[in-house]
């Protein structure tokens, strides 16, 4: 019986080959790309814009106020000029709301809004010193025309004292001198207290005159002074037209045209220089 034989010491033994280690899991800070999903579009604005396009309209409708503050009518561009500044100052607080306020949408309409606004107002400054140029260049032709008006008369007088017809035309057309306040304001004051309290009954004297007072009644009547007939005609449409909407409705079209009327008739009478 043969026995196993041991193998040598100095044979090669056959080594077994290494362990395979497992693929190692991706760590939970390392990222995995996500295959087959789009990025997700951005929610839309639901927030409501009514504020930003009033906002807009309103800077708008104010730059057109404004545009008509340069037309070449005396007393009716200031109007104009001052009320486009005032609505563009309402449509800048506008704006600023839609800015400030997360819960409004439109920011862009309010952006919209601040820049016409602001360079609408530097338009209505500019309106308003064309208005006042205007009634300076205005108020300086009717003195020089006062003035050739009155050397004329007195030549005409010189050579001819009985001429009746010349006399009249001379007591009727403003003298250079006559300007007076005191007897303006004691036509136009009265005149304007019965035309306000007959729009607002119960309206005191005083509240009447806190609103309309002397130095806004001269102003009211300066652009006047030295104007022809035609141009008072022309001048009756807007003024009237400023006056009923400025007063919400309260004032009529008769009431404003008596306002008119008053207001030339006294300032042709008494405010001529």
Do not use: C
């Not at 360079?119 to 309106?127: D, K, R, S, Y």
């Not at 207290?193 to 300066?222: F, K, N, W």
């Amino acid at each position: 019986m043969s026995t196993p034989t041991e193998p040598a010491v100095d044979q090669p033994t056959q080594a077994y080959p290494p362990a395979q280690h497992a693929a190692a899991y991706p760590s939970p800070d390392q990222p995995t790309a996500v295959y087959g999903s789009a990025p997700m579009p951005p929610a839309p604005d639901t927030r409501p814009k009514v504020l930003g396009i009033v906002a807009l309209i309103v800077a708008v409708v104010g730059v057109g106020l404004v545009a008509l503050g340069f037309l070449p009518l005396v007393g009716v561009s200031f109007i104009f000029a001052l009320l486009g500044g005032l609505v563009l100052l309402a449509a800048l607080i506008l704006g600023i709301v839609v800015l400030a306020n997360k819960k409004q949408g439109g920011k862009g309409l309010g952006i919209a809004a601040l820049v016409i606004a602001v360079l609408g107002g530097f338009a209505a400054i500019a309106a308003m010193v064309f208005s006042f140029v205007l009634v300076g260049l205005t108020a300086a032709a009717a003195a020089q025309e006062s003035v050739t008006s009155s050397d004329v008369t007195t030549e005409d007088d010189a050579t001819d004292e009985g001429t009746a017809t010349d006399d009249e035309a001379v007591d009727d057309a403003p003298v250079a001198g006559a300007y007076d306040e005191e007897a303006y304001l004691a036509i136009v004051r009265p005149e304007i207290l019965a035309i306000v309290q007959d729009a607002v009954p119960g309206i005191s004297e005083e509240e009447v005159s806190a609103v309309y007072s002397d130095e806004t009644l001269v102003m009211l009547g300066a652009p006047f002074v030295g104007l022809d007939d035609a141009a008072i005609e022309a001048n009756r449409e807007p003024f009237v037209s400023s006056m009923v909407g400025m007063s919400d409705g309260i004032f009529t079209d008769e009431h404003a045209n008596r306002l008119y009327d008053a207001i030339v008739t006294a300032a042709r009478q008494h405010l001529a220089e």
